[in-house]
């Protein structure tokens, strides 16, 4: 069968097509290396040891209900300073059949830049891990702590903590505050922008921030007070039903 005068077009079209969307991309591969100049060695090195990402390992004690319901304390073994072997727990269907083969129970080791005991306050938490980075911000840098974990890990407590045994971000706001109070720029002439940057104001400007600001403190003042009542009143409440609990019981 001949090809038709349609059939050929279409097939010169198409190698047109080829021929059209080939691309030279030997220029794409050249090693553009040698147009840098390399960093010398005292600043390379500064570079790695502040861009290099810390990973810290805490590990939370057992609590009271986890002891009493005898949750297995031998899978996990610190090796000082910085890592951690992982075993079956003793009483999984892994360590069970190792045992009943008589194999030796295997394990697996995790590093990381430091590993914290149950024993860790929060205080040597802080001081080893994130007092560093606070200077840093301090003196101009950028810093970004997180924590991560499963559910019950002991995320909040580490990050937050209680009133009496403040976590790594309160004591991170502490040192700030502390170490800038001599520093405090109080004119109300210019206003942040951005992280480094900053706007200057107008007098009009001035004095609507000025405005702001008491209506913020007058806000937050009572809020506090508002808190304050709504706790007495709890309190109040509470301890009227619980003598009247203790009348009741009385009567009865």
């Given amino acids: 069968m001949e090809s038709s005068p349609n059939n050929n077009n279409n097939n010169n ?4 097509d080829r021929q059209v969307v080939q691309v030279q991309v ?3 591969k050249r090693d553009l290396s040698s147009e840098f100049s390399p960093l010398p060695d005292a600043q390379h090195s500064s570079i790695e040891e502040r861009e290099h990402l810390q990973v810290y390992l805490r590990i939370r004690p057992f609590t009271s209900a ?3 319901n005898g949750e297995s304390q031998d899978c996990v073994t610190i090796e000082p300073p910085d890592t951690v072997l992982l075993k079956h727990p003793s009483l999984s269907l892994s360590a069970r059949l190792s045992a009943d083969r008589s194999l030796a129970q295997t394990g697996q080791r995790f590093q990381f830049s430091q590993v914290y005991g149950p ?3 929060q205080g040597e938490l802080f001081q080893g891990t994130v007092k560093d980075l606070v200077k840093d911000v301090l003196e101009g840098g950028n810093s970004l702590v997180f924590t991560y974990g499963v559910t019950n890990a002991g995320k909040t407590f580490t990050f937050l903590g209680p009133d009496a045994d403040a976590g790594i971000l309160p004591r991170s706001l502490a040192v700030i505050f502390s170490s800038i109070d001599e520093r405090v720029f109080t004119e109300t002439t210019v206003k942040p922008h951005r992280c480094h940057e ?3 104001l107008s007098r009009t400007q001035q004095a609507e921030e000025a405005a702001f600001k ?3 403190f007058r806000q937050l003042k009572e809020s506090e007070k508002s808190n304050i009542s709504l706790l007495n009143s709890t309190n109040k409440t509470l301890l009227e039903g619980k ?3 203790f009348s ?3 009567y009865l």
Avoid: I, K, P
């Fill in 13 to 16: 079209h198409h190698q047109a």
């Fill in 26 to 28: 030997d220029d794409l």
């Fill in 66 to 68: 986890e002891s009493d």
């Fill in 214 to 216: 008491r209506n913020l």
């Fill in 248 to 250: 009741l019981c009385c």
């Fill in 198 to 200: 900053f706007t200057r």
């Fill in 119 to 121: 024993e860790t306050t």
């Fill in 243 to 245: 003598l009247q609990s």
